[in-house]
């Protein structure tokens, strides 16, 4: 293990599986993420081209979790050149800022044979309380099963070879997708963790810059000034309305079926939430680069190289393929 850590600066803990005790979806959580299957309407967007790449921009038309309206939810799709049909890696964003992650993911998995569909996040949202945060995380969720729905239509894709893959806040939605999503046969969740009301209450995203106001410190900041709380009742609150937690998903979740990367030094999502998520998913193929989030950059292209391996020897394990 010293030796692993001086050569690369990480940890790599791979497991010999054997039979996971999974438990069974909470009913009440699975029965509000249901719903009938019907055609999605959508269209090709008209975007200038910013790449050389073959990449089809789609808004898909979804409807509003518990309320008579839809709305937009633009994907980009990369699709390599393939005289048969793609897997397919699903990749889900970090919460702010630019593609620049995600089309470095799609980039790559371009050139090993594999598309990638990125999800792009939601807009003019900044729930500060668990009420909001848990429609917000239901909506989340109901959108990325619509946008499997969409893609297990489409004639380009192997279906039976679809992927999830996030970043920062984008981990613990890959990691709901795969919990919820049975089509969905492998995930990788980078800079990962689990419990919002820990990851919300103590998060030091944009400490550093006090004037950054779209911050996760910046909204707790002024929700518990505005509301005269400590920052345990706040983190009490969130717990209490939170319900569509990774958490609550992760003894669902196959571990042979995902790898989680966390960051040891990591403030933004703290470590011990990726530990948390560790231990309630039975220990799945974990590393643990020594970086914060940040820094985690350095890494950048171990963890792709890391992801698109496990992906590829996960979807061997079912049936042959490589590229």
């Not at 089509?183 to 004037?211: Q, Y």
């Amino acid at each position: 293990m010293p030796i692993v850590f001086l050569a690369t600066g990480c940890f790599h803990f791979k497991v010999k599986y054997k039979e996971a005790n999974l438990w069974p979806i909470p009913p009440a959580l699975k029965a509000e993420l249901t719903y009938p299957l019907v055609p999605i309407e959508w269209f090709e967007r008209t975007d200038p081209p910013e790449t050389n790449y073959r990449v089809l921009k789609v808004s898909l038309m979804l409807p509003v979790a518990d309320a008579p309206k839809s709305k937009l939810q633009d994907i980009d799709c990369y699709l390599p050149p393939s005289t048969g049909k793609l897997p397919v890696i699903v990749d889900f964003p970090i919460s702010g800022g630019t593609y620049f992650i995600d089309e470095s993911f799609a980039k790559f998995f371009y050139s090993k044979g594999i598309a990638t569909v990125i999800v792009y996040r939601e807009l003019n949202h900044s729930p500060n309380d668990g009420e909001k945060i848990n429609a917000l995380i239901k909506q989340s969720i109901l959108d990325n099963k619509r946008v499997i729905d969409w893609i297990t239509s489409r004639g380009e894709f192997d279906t039976t070879r679809i992927a999830a893959l996030g970043t920062s806040l984008g981990s613990l939605k890959a990691v709901n997708a795969i919990g919820i999503d049975k089509r969905i046969s492998a995930a990788v969740a980078v800079l990962t963790g689990c419990n919002l009301a820990d990851i919300l209450a103590n998060s030091k995203e944009g400490a550093w810059h006090r004037a950054h106001t779209n911050s996760v410190t910046a909204h707790r900041e002024t929700y518990m000034r505005e509301h005269h709380m400590t920052r345990k009742e706040f983190q009490a609150e969130l717990k209490r309305d939170i319900k569509f937690d990774p958490c609550f998903l992760a003894s669902s979740i196959e571990p042979k079926k995902v790898l989680l990367i966390i960051g040891l030094c990591d403030t933004v999502v703290p470590t011990r939430t990726g530990r948390e998520l560790r231990r309630k998913m039975q220990y799945p193929e974990t590393i643990y680069i020594v970086s914060g989030h940040y820094t985690a950059l350095v890494y950048w292209y171990y963890i792709r190289w890391q992801a698109q391996k496990f992906i590829v020897k996960t979807w061997n394990k079912d049936a042959h393929y490589a590229h």
